[in-house]
């Protein structure tokens, strides 16, 4: 009878439980275990996963149900960045897959259109997954965009040569490190203007960024790629852009312990 009533009360206070919410630049360093990150291990601040290509454990997946659920349109969360190490010998297409499924298979689920590619080698690669709308494709289930995305139950990071929530058996073995949620919105903050500053936008030879504090600036593309690392120093730097592609290029920097994304396009 006690265990009835405790099965009641639980039942009665289902309402009333707060979840994991995810934030706008909640960052997973893996410096005290796995984060919350259901497959892999913690080993020297990364979370080393591998994959043996038979079973259940033959695809290279990692995912998250705790600090990654929550809503992602509240939080305006547009990309996820980590850095990823390759000890393969095979090239890998990686993939993030988000659904309000606890599985791959329930629910629905959105994933990466296009992969980023990771070449066997490679050593602290950092790679930024856009997830609007556009960006993703639709692989299981009928929910809308905006119906999974403002009750996110599980992201998925994976290697799948077409977007999917399961991915593809490979031998392979990787470590990530510094997941981080990203937020970029249209509607910079006044004190953004003051601290990072992008012009001509859209540029054509020469772009100038503005900074008030020595920093670094990564470019990366829409694929997610990052492409080019500038240091700029306090004031205005010039940048030679004659030899970049024509495109919209997302230009990330930490300025005053501030994380600020804009995008310029470049024609």
């Known amino acids: 009878m006690k ?6 009360l639980l039942l009665l206070m289902l309402p009333f439980i707060s979840f994991a919410q995810i934030t706008s630049g909640q960052i997973n360093e893996f410096t005290d275990g796995t984060d919350g990150w259901l497959r892999g291990t913690a080993i020297d601040g990364e979370l080393a996963l591998t994959a043996d290509g038979i079973g259940s454990s033959g695809k290279l997946v990692t995912f998250n149900q705790s600090s990654w659920s929550g809503n992602y349109l509240e939080e305006n969360i547009t990309h996820i960045q980590l850095d990823i190490t390759n000890l393969s010998t095979e090239d890998l297409q990686m ?3 988000l659904g309000n499924g606890s599985d791959a298979n329930s629910g629905t689920w959105y994933a990466s259109t ?9 050593e602290n690669q950092s790679i930024l997954f856009p997830i609007d709308e556009e960006n993703l494709s639709q692989v299981v289930g009928s929910s809308s965009y905006q119906d999974v995305f403002d009750h996110i139950v599980t992201l998925r990071i994976l290697h799948g040569e077409n977007p999917s929530a399961q991915g593809d058996a490979i031998v392979a073995e990787i ?10 919105t249209d509607n910079i ?5 003051n601290t990072f500053k992008l012009f001509p936008n859209p540029a054509i030879d020469e772009l100038t960024i503005e900074v008030n504090a020595d920093a670094i600036v990564e470019v990366y593309d829409l694929t997610g790629k990052r492409v080019k690392r500038i240091k700029v120093y306090h004031g205005q730097n010039k940048i030679d852009i004659s030899n970049w592609f024509s495109g919209i290029y997302i230009l990330r920097t930490s300025v005053e312990n501030e994380i600020i994304s804009k995008r310029v396009i470049v024609e």
């Open 3 to 8: 265990i009835l009533y405790t099965i009641i």
């Open 95 to 97: 993939r993030v897959a």
């Open 114 to 122: 296009e992969a980023i590619a990771v070449a066997s080698g490679t």
């Open 175 to 184: 470590s990530l490190d510094n997941i981080e949620a990203i937020s970029q």
């Open 189 to 193: 903050q006044t004190s953004d203007y």
